[in-house]
């Protein structure tokens, strides 16, 4: 009888694997139809990658840290300098690669503490529609998202000392209200579905009702959302630096390196050309990653 009953476990267990697999080809294959997000997903790793492993990969690790070599100052891309030094001789191409660590570490530090915090208050003030602390909780948001969020960050950041932790901070304050706001929206539209009201009435706790029955019905726009405003944050973090509010010299960021080139436009093109570049790159690159995977959920959840 233990036999047969292990039997019966295990042909369950294989039946759910077998069946996730077929789930994620099912995925991969929707995503995979739309060629640009496949094309999106293959840069982000390569951004990720280089980040990781960018002294392997910079030609000139060294320049991403205080160097001077004012004999190769302000060079234009040659086959030693691939795109071309800075007023210093830092070769630009090294530190637009040991940026992207800092600038991936900008936009998951901003989304890991933003999106809890927007994804709760969110729910709580979804589900519980008709109550005051609803009615508070988004009258705060709307007084958050009335507000652009670039002028917000620069505000609050401008109090701060400027370093890359601080220009997080900013953008965090100014970032979870999208999210409560795109999940108090989705919450509100399924609180009164049945299979909420059936765990209200065999007595499942508010917990249970919150994360195991309404957010798993977020999800999908969530992670949507998520992907989309990486890029976006990634072009607030270089707005900050930008006007010397992020991170700061001799640590390499992309949004610096265009506040110091552009000021000698257009001799020396280059050194704001490719910055501005690489960030475009980034933007694009999650956006159509962004799509993909709309396009995977919402198949899904069809």
Known sequence: MEDRNGNVEAEERRKKRQAR????????????????????????VLIILAAVFQSLIAPYPQHAKEYVDFANANKAPCAQFLLGTDAYGRDVLSRIIFSFRNALMMGLGVLCVAVPVGVIMGLIAGYYKDKIGSTVIMRVVDIFLSLPSLVLALAVAALLEPNLFHSMMALTFSWWAWY?????????????????????????????????????????????????DMGVVILMGASLSFVGLGEQPPNPALGTMISDGYKTLPENWWLTLFPALAIMLIVLAF????????????????
């Open 21 to 44: 697999t077929e789930n994620l080809k099912r995925k991969w294959y929707q995503f995979s139809r739309n060629k640009m997000s496949v094309v999106g997903l293959v840069i982000v």
């Open 287 to 302: 956006n159509l990653l962004g799509d993909g995977i709309s396009d995977m959920m919402s198949s899904g959840e069809g």
């Open 180 to 228: 409560a706001r795109l999940v108090y929206g989705k919450a509100s539209s399924i609180r009164k579905e049945y299979y909420i009201q059936s765990a209200e009435l065999i007595g499942a706790g508010r917990f249970h009702i919150l994360f195991r029955e309404v957010l798993p019905n977020c999800f999908s726009t969530i992670l949507t959302k998520m992907t989309l």
